[in-house]
């Protein structure tokens, strides 16, 4: 994808299906305007009647929205709506509720197409924390860490995927399966002689959160794709016991050898059994009907606004914790010339009857505060610090361009006017392949600095190793920070975390003489009623 010509079209189209995906699509959409590319791209929503805030999310983005009204939607009729829209020849196709691993997710991704046979690519996949584990053991043998520049099977997978648009014009998707319509694509274009590329270091994280019910509606239609595109395969009751029995057996030899067998003894048998009784139970159907499609399709009928429950119902509110801290490690990235995080061992239960450990790190590794005194020779230390400025209410602010955050950025911000306490959620926290130190994080502007003293904030934190630019020598930001009392809190993970107001918790381990200190910073924040 290099050295393209100047069309004034763009070079690579992001089709992304959605429907009510207001809690993934912010991530996704973050991961894409940050990947490092040397080509231009636009990003397309096909959305099938989100009734959520998903137009709200995605309007906060460069991105062009088109509209499937929910009673037409299909797997396949959504792609051919987004395809048809993009201006790119190459389209890449992905989920809402996925979101890339790196910044090099796209340039991988399409990089196989400098094969002209190369008719789509799609890459690896993994699970997030609320994966299944029985689904984790799927994406680890559907997605393996090798890539396959011709892959011998049609296979392949729609929520990571890319595709020449040329070949697509004359091989639409199949918009009358209820699923596999893209196992469907890749088997009609291999007999014709392209190929279809797996690429592992094109990696996403696919979020399934789904309810028993979701599960068995996603695997019911897709065996009954399956019958279309396969008519001579059949699914007996001895295939149901079968299969159940001895993914149930793998799944659980592989808990127990990662150690998490007691926690998920319940989940894997159900998940299995799901999957297999919903396959068992499609291809005893003759066929599928329009209540049927749309209730696989929207489980629970999700067409409308959801109605909210009584009191009775609900019960009273319990607050959801983010824990925004980063974990400390010898894989914690540190400043250029500090020395890394080390835990060693000096007593081991084997030998002593006992564990302990020493700790040896720099202070402002991790989530971490600054003290004036870490800037000023007569500046407050730690011990100087009230706690009173480090709990209490705190609302987050959401930046995705490229740092330095300047004025004109807060100024727009609709910032509460009680507002004392402000973190920064930036692409500072989206996942990193490496360990390595990045100097090209997201920081704050020496004028940002001043105007948030004049707006009397008390506290600012963001997601990256330090509120200011790397190349900041002579540290005006901090000196404009500190000097004036604002609290400086680095490091925070906000990555789960949405623009809003929260109750920030945020201790400083007490060292009373240092300039700064680990912290342990929590959000609490109020379930909708």
Request: aromatic share 12%.
């Amino acid at each position: 994808m290099q050295n393209q010509p100047d069309t004034g079209l763009p070079h690579v189209s992001v089709i992304v299906r959605a429907f009510n995906e207001e809690e993934h699509l912010g991530r996704l959409l973050e991961g894409i305007f940050v990947q490092k590319i040397d080509f231009t791209l636009e990003v397309i929503l096909v959305d099938s009647g989100s009734t959520d805030g998903t137009l709200e999310v995605a309007s906060g983005y460069p991105v062009k929205v088109v509209h499937i009204a929910p009673e037409d939607f299909s797997f396949g009729r959504s792609l051919n709506v987004g395809i048809a829209a993009a201006r790119a020849e190459i389209c890449v196709i992905v989920s809402a509720h996925c979101y890339p691993m790196d910044s090099r997710w796209i340039p991988e991704l399409v990089a196989p197409f400098s094969d002209a046979k190369t008719a789509l690519v799609y890459g690896r996949q993994r699970g997030g924390q609320t994966t299944k584990y029985s689904e984790e053991q799927i994406f680890a043998r559907w997605f393996p860490a090798k890539s396959v520049d011709d892959y011998q099977v049609s296979f392949c997978n729609n929520a990571n995927s890319a595709i020449r648009r040329k070949t697509w014009e004359s091989h639409p998707f199949d918009e009358e399966l209820t699923g596999l319509e893209d196992i469907e694509w890749a088997r009609r274009v291999r007999s014709e002689g392209y190929r279809i590329s797996y690429r592992a270091t094109a990696t996403v994280y696919h979020v399934h959160d789904e309810s028993r019910q979701q599960i068995y509606n996603r695997y019911y239609r897709e065996a009954l794709a399956y019958r279309q595109i396969y008519t001579n395969e059949t699914f007996r009751f001895y295939d149901f016991a079968r299969f159940f029995l001895m993914n149930t057996f793998g799944d659980s030899v592989h808990a127990l050898r990662d150690g998490c067998f007691i926690e998920n003894a319940i989940e894997i048998p159900v998940f299995r059994f799901l999957q297999f009784w919903a396959t068992y139970r499609a291809h005893t159907r003759s066929g599928i009907s329009k209540d049927m499609q749309r209730q696989l399709y929207y489980p629970r009928l999700r067409l409308f606004r959801k109605k909210s429950k009584s009191p009775k119902q609900t019960g009273a509110a319990k607050p959801r914790i983010y824990d925004i801290s980063r974990p400390l490690s010898a894989k914690a990235p540190v400043w250029p010339g500090a020395k890394n995080f080390s835990l060693e061992w000096t007593k081991r239960f084997e030998r002593d009857g006992v564990n302990e450990s020493h700790l040896s790190f720099n202070l402002h590794t991790g989530t971490h505060m600054d003290a004036p005194f870490h800037f000023a020779a007569d500046g407050a230390r730690l011990e100087g610090i009230s706690l009173d400025a480090l709990i209490g209410k705190a609302q987050v602010l959401q930046y995705f361009s490229s740092g330095p955050i300047d004025v004109s950025f807060f100024e727009a911000a609709e910032i509460a006017n009680d507002c004392r306490r402000l973190l920064l959620r930036t692409r500072n926290s989206l996942p990193q392949s490496s360990a390595i130190f990045d100097p090209n994080f997201v920081a704050v502007s020496s004028e940002s600095a001043q105007w948030l003293v004049d707006r009397g904030i008390e506290l600012i934190g963001i997601d990256g190793p330090s509120i200011q630019p790397f190349h900041d020598e002579d540290n005006r930001v901090h000196q404009v920070l500190l000097a004036a009392g604002v609290i400086v809190l680095e490091g925070l993970d906000l990555k789960d975390v949405e623009p809003a107001h929260y109750h920030l918790t945020a201790l400083p381990l007490n060292i009373p003489e240092a300039e700064g200190a680990p912290v342990r910073a929590i959000l609490a924040q109020e379930e909708a009623q």
